[in-house]
């Protein structure tokens, strides 16, 4: 069974830094491009950062110098190190897995910045 936990989230100030960690299990890691999203309320849900499988990344412009992915394949973990976090970027982050042509989702982890 293919499961995705994320772990990292929280409260923290402006300015401060947070990394998440999202766990894959039940799936051949290796093979997915691995994608972080959020959604703030109201808000529809928006890519934040991708990484493929060769690992070349691409972020959404506003975290671009902020926000680093990275993936451990060894570990089947995929990381977002948030940086100069701002109360903008409060939102639930969401690990996404895409294998061939199917698409996998975590929990969600609550991430809150405030000002």
């Known amino acids: 069974q293919l499961q995705l936990v994320e772990s990292g989230g929280g409260l923290v100030q402006a300015g401060g830094s947070l990394r998440l960690s999202c766990l894959a299990s039940?799936?051949?890691?290796?093979?997915?491009?691995m994608n972080w999203y959020r959604q703030a309320p109201g808000k529809q849900r928006e890519l934040v950062a991708k990484?493929?499988?060769?690992?070349?990344?691409l972020y959404v412009d506003s975290v671009k110098g902020r926000f680093t992915i990275s993936r451990d394949n060894a570990k089947s973990t995929v990381y977002l190190q948030m940086n100069s976090l701002k109360p903008e970027d409060t939102a639930v982050y969401y690990c996404n897995a895409q294998l061939s042509t199917s698409n996998y989702w975590g929990q969600g982890t609550q991430v809150t910045i405030s000002s």
């Open positions: 039940g799936m051949i890691f290796r093979l997915a491009v």
């Open positions: 990484i493929a499988i060769g690992g070349s990344t």
